[in-house]
């Protein structure tokens, strides 16, 4: 570490130490704890991943419970962060760690790396906090950070071997005390080096900060390239009948994995009901073409990472017999619904339904 970099560490430490927030994950030293917030974090903001973390901790307190639990009941605690596979890959982690593990949570960044889910980042954050591991961790945060202090223009995601933010964030680890410094240097990220409008003016780091001094502050960190959204169009049919509701679970491996939905139809571009109805996929959906939705949905916009679905959702009295798939679906009283994990667009629509 050279001076400057033994200084930076310390300024940013004794900043931390001053100003963090008080977040319940901050309270224990326990890995599976610690985990848990470390992936609810890659999913939100933290704001929002305080209650998810509660909810999280509340149900699964501990990798037992987490690995007996039904993937259905993880889903739905999970249900609204998106990103579904992660909760899969914990509750599959959970399982590892109770079978390879005896149950308890590795101690080592390199035991870590072979669970199910865990990769780099994740593992780093968890031995260092946790353990005291000397590993530094690099997220997006921290990639502007140190961008902007150096003056680095790097893209992020590059291999290990090309990645010189990684290097510099390892040159910069105080070896003593990874965790805090980890820690400190996610917090500074996330309130005065924020991606828009950072705080230059307040900054503890002014002075020793490349971007500040040479005025490449706006420039810095190297954005990777917009990837372009793929667009989908989804008619989703809430068919009512005595006993209840149509679903079923999603399952390949498309987006919302194991998830609960209606009848669905999608065209790879938006059309009208009318000609919809006239269309093949309908006449393979149901049996009688005299079905009609008594009621349509105006177009709904749900934008995920790489996708925007638009949806529309079309109530249909069409008893189930009218319904040729009606083996693969599940009839589901309302009031159950609620109990299943469904896509925060499903979710939302029935919020508003009941409203
Ligand atoms: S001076 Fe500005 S850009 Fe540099 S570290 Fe501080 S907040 Fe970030």
Redesign the pocket.
């Known amino acids: 570490m050279s001076i400057s970099e033994v200084k930076i560490s310390d300024i940013l430490a004794r900043w931390y130490l001053d100003h963090k927030r008080d977040l319940p994950w901050r309270k224990t030293k326990d890995p599976y704890a610690i985990w848990v917030s470390e992936i609810i974090l890659q999913q939100t903001r933290v704001v929002q991943g305080i209650d998810y973390y509660h909810r999280f901790m509340n149900r699964f307190p501990d990798l037992q419970s987490l690995a007996e639990a039904k993937i259905e009941e993880v889903l739905k605690v999970w249900q609204g962060l998106g990103y579904y596979s992660r909760a899969r890959n914990m509750h599959a982690a959970a399982w590892q760690m109770i079978t390879d593990h005896g149950g308890v949570f590795p101690s080592t960044y390199q035991e870590m790396l072979k669970l199910k889910g865990i990769g780099p980042y994740t593992a780093a954050a968890v031995a260092s906090i946790a353990f005291n591991e000397p590993r530094a961790v690099v997220d997006g945060n921290i990639h502007r ?1 140190i961008a ?2 150096f003056g680095l223009f790097e893209p992020p995601g590059q291999v290990p071997a090309k990645c010189g933010i990684c290097r510099k964030a390892e040159a910069l680890l105080d070896r003593a005390e990874p965790g805090i410094h980890n820690q400190a240097v996610m917090e ?1 990220g996330a309130l ?2 924020t991606p828009a409008n ?3 003016r307040s ?4 002075k020793h ?1 490349t ?2 001094g040479k005025h490449l ?1 706006e420039e ?1 960190p190297v954005r990777n390239k917009k990837t372009t959204q793929k667009h989908r169009y989804f008619h989703y049919f809430i068919v009512h009948s005595a006993e209840g509701i149509l679903i079923r679970q999603r399952t390949g491996k498309d987006i919302w994995q194991h998830l609960f939905e209606f009848p669905l139809i999608e065209t790879p571009r938006p059309v009208s009901p009318g000609r919809l109805m006239e269309s093949t996929s309908w006449n393979q959906l149901f049996t009688d073409s005299r079905v009609k939705p008594f009621k349509v949905s105006k177009m709904i916009k749900h934008t995920l990472t790489h996708q925007v679905i638009h949806a529309k959702f079309y109530h249909l009295d069409a008893f189930p017999d009218n319904f040729a798939l009606k083996s693969s679906f599940q009839e589901v009283p309302l009031a159950e619904l609620g109990k299943l994990p469904v896509p925060k667009l499903i979710e939302n629509y029935l919020e508003i339904l009941i409203d």
């Open positions: 950070v902007r202090i500074f005065v080096c950072p705080s230059c900054c503890p780091l002014q900060c971007a500040f502050v810095l």
